[in-house]
């Protein structure tokens, strides 16, 4: 499936080989990073979902 | 339970909804303003005297906060950091041009929030083990995506 991404963004691939691995680092680290705030949102949703259907479980019995 | 996909979809549609008008007096819009950008929502939450013309500025900065919070909001402003940072251009044997650069900025970024890569992502990472505290989560994540864009983008 993400071999697909190979043929579409050519113009990135050109590029991408020839930049210096600690650059090629770097704009991975800037990626990961951009990550982080929707990891922790999608945590904290999830656990308070977990606790809502845990609650609601418990008022059944 | 929803997977972390379904959640970017989610962020992502409700980043694109306009929010509804005319706002109440004594409005609490701040559900899922936490979750967007990790601040604590207690303060405004139980304001009871916000006007409506600080509600529609209330509502303007968030319109502006849910644009650079989305994660294609934040990537761009992470890589143009970087690129600013630490011009990629310096190389000239690699970027002709800074069009070119901006190019290659723009296409990084339609790769790492394409449904492929948050797929990998959403299928490795699931969901957060039990007595899995945030901070490791967040953790496992970034290291599973990181070994992802690392498989990906050296493919060739």
Known sequence: MIA????VFTFFFEFWVKLPDKTKEK??????????SLLRG??????????????EKGNNV | ???FKEYHQFIQKKAKEPLPLPIPSNIILLPFLDELTNQPNSMASKEPSITQMDAVQFE?????IFSSTTLEGSLMFQLNTLSIEEPLISDKKIFSSKSKEDDFVREVAEIATSDEI?????????????EETENDFVNRGKNILRKILRETFNQK
């Open chain 1, 4 to 7: 697909t991404l190979l043929r």
């Open chain 2, 1 to 3: 339970m929803f997977d």
């Open chain 2, 60 to 64: 303007k900065g968030l319109t502006d």
């Open chain 1, 42 to 55: 999608y945590y904290k949703r999830y656990v308070a979902e977990q606790q809502k259907a845990e609650e």
């Open chain 1, 27 to 36: 704009i991975i680290d800037a990626i990961v990073d951009s990550f982080e």
């Open chain 2, 118 to 130: 948050i797929s990998a992502l959403s299928n490795e990472l699931g969901s957060p083990k039990e």
